[in-house]
């Protein structure tokens, strides 16, 4: 059996590089200052620590994985502005079930897809079951 190897570039917050078999994969990119604000007609999240690698300094990415893309903490600015150069961006409805404070239900999520014109583009795993992910969803 051969070792696969797997290099991880911790970036900062929710940040990380992966490398795993010639793959580039980036999760929820923020690379925004210290010291940014995003406001919500709730409260105001402040960014206490910069990225230790700036977005020019990571390279080529074939993926970001996205955990969710409507919290600044997990998707800032600057981190959307990169999800441009990744071959794929993959992000997407796990977390919508299964506790009670959700607000959107899989009929809403896929309402607002097909609003936006990707419903071909929405896969929904099954819990337990492996998912295939080819080149036709892109």
């Known amino acids: 059996m051969t070792e696969l190897s797997l290099r991880i570039t911790y970036i900062g917050g929710p940040t990380a590089l992966l490398e795993v078999g010639g793959l580039r994969l980036l ?4 690379f925004d200052p210290a010291g940014s604000e995003y406001r919500t ?3 105001t999240l402040r960014k206490t620590q910069g990225p230790a690698v700036e977005p020019d300094g990571i390279g080529p990415l074939d993926v970001v994985l996205l955990s969710h893309e409507h919290h600044f903490d ?3 600015q600057a981190g959307r502005a990169l999800l441009g150069r990744a071959g794929r ?3 997407v409805p ?4 299964g506790w009670e404070h959700f607000s959107e239900s899989r009929t809403d999520i ?3 897809f097909a609003a ?3 419903a071909e583009r929405l896969r929904w795993p099954q819990a337990g079951q492996p998912t295939e992910l080819g ?3 892109a």
């Open 89 to 91: 961006v993959l992000t």
């Open 116 to 118: 936006a014109g990707m």
């Open 110 to 112: 896929a309402s607002a």
């Open 41 to 43: 007609p709730v409260y």
């Open 27 to 30: 999760t929820d990119p923020t």
């Open 135 to 137: 080149d036709s969803h």
């Open 94 to 97: 796990l977390h919508y079930e």
């Open 74 to 76: 997990n998707l800032d």
